[in-house]
């Protein structure tokens, strides 16, 4: 009688087992650069809006450009905007819900795109600048947050899915566009 042979067990990858081989090893640091600098860039520009800092117009001088912009109620505008920015920026930074932080931003720049139109590509009126956040935004809903992210412990966003990351940016889109309806 002759043994038969033990299967062998492949193990299942756990949530804390290192990146596959072709990963770059400090991939997670430089997403954790580009988090920081995007997330800090646009929590920065919210607090413009919402507090005056920075230099910033506050509620009521980001609200007086929001209705020479085309948009009702401008006051209540320059809060969503600047909500919108500053805690999406701060997710991002943080690597919390960062699909739908980045959605906030990226709904924010549509609108962006919207008031300052695209006739010039190049600083100080074109949209460059806004591009490059943008595109880094969705990079980053797309991509997932790394590994030093604080989405590690959301159940639900511990192992990130690509599909996340695409339906939270389709959502920004969609209700930036919402906004640029009631936009006279």
Known sequence: MTPTPTPTLTPTPSPTAPAAPHAHPFAGGGLLLLRLVLGLTMAAHGSQKLFGWFDGGGISGTGAFFTASG????????????????????????????????????????????????????????????????AAAVSLALTGPGRFALDRFVPVLRAHRPVYGALAVVLGVVLAGGVLLVRS
């Not at 500053?86 to 997710?91: A, K, P």
């Not at 943080?94 to 010039?120: E, H």
Request: hydrophobic content about 55%.
């Open 71 to 134: 948009y009702p109620s401008g006051e209540a505008m320059a809060v969503v905007a600047g909500l919108s920015e500053t805690l999406g920026g701060l997710g991002i930074a943080a690597g919390l819900l960062t699909p739908l932080a980045a959605a906030a931003v990226v709904g924010t720049m549509v609108n962006v795109f919207a008031v300052k139109g695209t006739g010039s590509f190049f600083a100080p009126t074109g949209i460059e600048y806004e591009l490059l956040l943008t």
